[in-house]
């Protein structure tokens, strides 16, 4: 294998190397926008009709409206035959983020100001959530409890899960974690028909307000089609790590933390900004040896290979700001004191303090979301929580006197906007 | 001028009605992505070039990169042309709007759990948005107050708006706004040329994390494409209001309130649901009145003629679960007992509690966003607010202690999800 791009800060040329490793493209986003319109519009107008047919093409099923919902038994039987601890530890992982997000609940507020007016903010959760769930090898029972959970938690009354049965198979732990999570409804669909039924509703399935969930590119299309419709979270890209750490860290336990991001995907990425030369010398030996023995080997070096890179820097001050640049969807902090570097990070989507917090732990088990802002959105954009399944209505009252108070400067802002109607709604109020 | 449609939930056909009312489309997205997307490019390639020749073609200007930026000395000028009534209305707004949204600013995190574990959540502000502000007569000085003042609040540390200058005016209540509400830059440039300049930056205009503001049908599809790059707020469609009184109101008042919406827009919304019919016609003889007395007449009747509605229900407690599937902008509950029907009702932007909060309030100096969800986006999304320009990283600490418990789970996971080096890489910190 290639080592992966090699950068050093005291190089003339960092700056342009740096910049080019933030533009990469690492992703080829398909054409499939025609393709995923007309399965939009047939689901639109023929309901379950296009949705059977779409899917008993598409996936090689033999199904009627009847048999698109996923029955209680089956869901049952998924449940009893998961290994005991295989379901301890989904039932662990369930009650960690359940823990973590319902600190996350906003709360309301009423006030009055010093002259009587009263405002405030209240937010209520959205009305039913459509949750995507992709089928084959990408079908994680850890991301159904990371999407399912925070909705649960925000107080939303009915989660209809979408997932397809390629040749009739369906991931039982996925229908466990379905279970464990509190699902209410589940059909065997998927791809942008699936998106189309959870938008516009067909007979069996009803509409929802929001759809959420990692998908394929024809997914992803499509709910970027039906967003405003419905609500969407956002478009995942490709997953990444960036792990800063000095000398002090066993160049193995790094190493396995890298391959970790990289045996997603072919165009994951894992950066590495270290102080030390020669640590970064040995992580890249250890990610060579341990390559060796990766059930996803083909899969982890092409990611390291095409879109790792090692950064070494003269100080590890010096990271901080490039820390920002990249705005890693997970960002780990192997260094002596990493609540100091953090403290001058400011973009990242999470962050994994110190030697013992490889990033799988929050991926599965830390209790905080694995739901995160991809490809530098961390710059703009938070990773999934319950506020992404509530929302708020502000609030204002006013009586007569402080409506005399405040209507002037209204009907002057109305004047100079050459609003007359706005003024009149105003000024027939007081009299004037 | 024809009545708006009438509406009775006691006949049969009502619910044809009423869904057919919320199916109505009111907004023709023009096709206008080719053009957007060549302009886009353009900027992307060529800078400061492209967007000057596209400003002055679209604009009738004779820029250079130059002049492309509005000086103190034209800001400080308008601010000082401003009548003195407008300056306090506008300060009065400013003052308000900050005091509103200093309380939506989220708070920190930190906790450490039963066994031990780390977790938290930080907020951090956006680092730069860009505010785009139409120009010509939608050029409102109270939507820049509404966009700046939450970013400011947030700690946004750099605001740059861009306005286009049509035949070189700029609205000079605009740049006095801006500078009440501390933009930090402003640039006389629109459409998609000005969002590929804050998407991409050029060598005078320095790239943003987020642009917000509304927009025409230009602006709209470049903001769906930039999406990503950078982030963005909603796309705005047209403005609409659902008001429900009951017969102890001055039908002069509501009508008022419904024209103050209609005006906007003629693909504008106004719906008012009663259960008093009597009190209905006096509310349509009312608004046929005081159209005759609008400047903006003709707008007002085509949004009234074409989207207006009147619905008359037996019982005020029927409205709740009608306004549930409007999902209004806006809300006025013009009833006797108005937070006994809000607390019924979930899905709204912003409500005007009681009869002496008309909507306008909200417009100008209640102290709330104006920039609120349309199109029964209601059901999924919010307001603008401080929480639209801070982004949140989610954070996990454990020590050798917590690794060793919450270790095998993650592994377990990871072997059931066939993702060995994700195992591999707790494993190793285990000697396991």
Known sequence: MQVPVRLNVATGDFEDHFEALLAAKREVSADVDAVVRDIIDQVRRSGDEALVALTNRFDGLALTPETLRVGTD????????????????????????????ERQRPSDDRYTDA????????????????????????SYPSSVLMNA??????????????????????????????????VDE???????????????????????????????????????RVFGTVGIDMIAGPS??????????????????????????????????????????????????????????ATAEASWRDFGAVIVVGDLAQSAALADRIA???????????????????????????????????DYVGGSNHVLPTARSARFSSGLSVLDFVKRTSILKLGPEQLRALGPAAIELARVEGLDAHGRSVAIRLNL
């Open 240 to 297: 990444e790590v960036l792990v800063i750490a000095d000398g002090g860290n066993d160049p193995d336990w790094i190493a396995a933390d890298l391959l970790a991001q990289a045996e997603h995907d072919a165009a994951a990425q894992s950066i590495l900004i270290t102080d030390d030369a020669a640590f970064a010398d040995a992580v890249e030996q250890a990610v060579e040896r341990q390559l060796t023995r990766l059930s996803r080997r």
């Open 115 to 138: 002259i009587g007016v009263e405002l405030g903010s209240r937010w209520t959760a959205v009305e039913s959530v459509g949750l995507y769930v992709p089928g084959g090898a990408a």
């Open 149 to 182: 959970v925070p909705a649960k938690v925000a107080g939303v009354e009915r989660i209809a899960m979408v997932v397809p049965a390629q040749k009739g198979e369906l991931n039982p732990l996925v229908l466990a974690a379905a279970r464990i999570a509190g």
């Open 74 to 101: 089956e869901i049952e039987a998924a449940y009893r035959a998961t290994a005991r601890p295989t379901l301890e530890a989904l039932e662990l992982a369930y009650r960690r983020i359940t823990s973590h997000h």
């Open 328 to 362: 890693a969807e997970h960002l780990e902090l192997a260094v002596e004191d990493p609540e100091a570097l953090f403290a001058g990070i400011r973009n990242a989507g999470a962050v994994f303090l110190g030697r013992h917090t490889p990033e799988v732990i929050g």
């Open 186 to 224: 589940i059909y065997r669909v998927g791809g942008a028909q699936a998106i189309a039924a959870l938008a516009y509703g067909t007979a069996t399935i009803r509409p929802v307000a929001k759809i959420v969930g990692p998908g394929n590119a024809y997914v992803a299309a499509a709910k970027r």
